[in-house]
């Protein structure tokens, strides 16, 4: 059975917990989705989603927890959503602790502040997808390794590296689960 974690920290954890639980059923695998807060919990995960909030506080909350070190090591794939998407970047142009497994520069808030949040449909995995935009970050440059998923008026919205996936946007806070099924066939 594989283990999906969510980084317990801060932001939407409930609603990734939730949907990652339902697109388990979905996909009809033996799986289930738990809450991780200490660097032992995520080491037994085969995977970890990392949800929105405040980036600097979570990746201060990280190193403090030595999160940092043990995701680098343990090298499990990992779901980064707007707040995770910035932290999964190896550069961004706000100074804050990060991961640095995806190859991209991230800007922090590239479409406005939280009452510039909007929903917007976009296209992503050839599907059409409600984008929930809040505070969301956007990639200014990506490697040559990384795949883009998504753009949003010329802004790179999604992208992956690897099984690693990083997105500007909410996909845990609508109904469709088609991004959450995406990462765990990713871990299978």
Known sequence: MIKIGILNLQGDVSEHFKMTK???KKLKIEAEAIKVKKKDEI???DALIISGGES???GKLMEKENIIETIKKEKIPIMGTCAGMIL???ETDHKQPLLGIIDMKVQRNAFGRQ???FEEK???LGKEFNGIFIRAPAVTRTGPKVKILSKLNDKIIAVKQGKNIALAFHPELGNDTLLHEH???EVL
């Open 22 to 24: 339902k697109a388990i």
């Open 56 to 58: 600097t506080v979570i």
């Open 122 to 124: 976009i296209k992503i």
């Open 43 to 45: 080491r037994s995960c």
């Open 115 to 117: 009452r510039e949040s």
């Open 183 to 185: 990462f765990i066939k």
């Open 88 to 90: 999964l970047a190896k």
